[in-house]
């Protein structure tokens, strides 16, 4: 069942790298695909709807660079920095890089109907392979 409070008239452009904020969700576009994540970054909860998508399709956190695969919700590059420092922490980075890569963003699926939309939980944080509702 979609999210109801993401199901309004919404428009993520046709731009690549767009991203931006519906409800809990950072919703963005990646080449020709649409993405919908959860909205908090595993570092130091940054709100990844104000990141941007690189170009190898990965969301950036705007605070310090974490790097998350949006197909899956995994990590896939720990962060350069922390509570204001930007720089990568020896021990520290690889650490945040292990428990993003096992608690992983959920993942969502766009629904539209015209000019609305709504994003479907697919995967949950705590176990990224498992389908929360039916495609």
């Known amino acids: 069942m979609p999210d109801p409070a993401t199901h309004r008239p ?15 969700w950072a919703l963005g576009r990646s080449e020709d695909t649409e993405f919908a994540v959860s909205r908090r970054c595993r570092h130091q909860l940054a709100d990844l709807s104000r990141g941007h998508v690189d170009s190898e399709g990965c969301l950036v ?3 310090h660079g974490a790097r998350y695969d949006t197909t899956d919700g995994r990590m896939v590059t720990g962060p350069r920095g922390a509570f204001g420092y930007h720089g990568r922490i020896p021990g520290y980075t690889e650490l945040v890089l292990v ?37």
């Open 10 to 24: 919404f428009n993520l452009g046709s731009r690549p790298g767009s991203v931006t904020g519906v409800g809990g």
């Open 61 to 63: 956190c705007p605070w």
């Open 99 to 135: 428990v993003g890569r096992v608690l992983r963003l959920a993942v969502g699926r766009i629904h539209r109907e015209g000019d609305t939309l709504a994003v479907q939980r697919v995967s949950s944080p705590f176990d990224p392979r498992s389908w929360v509702g039916k495609a």
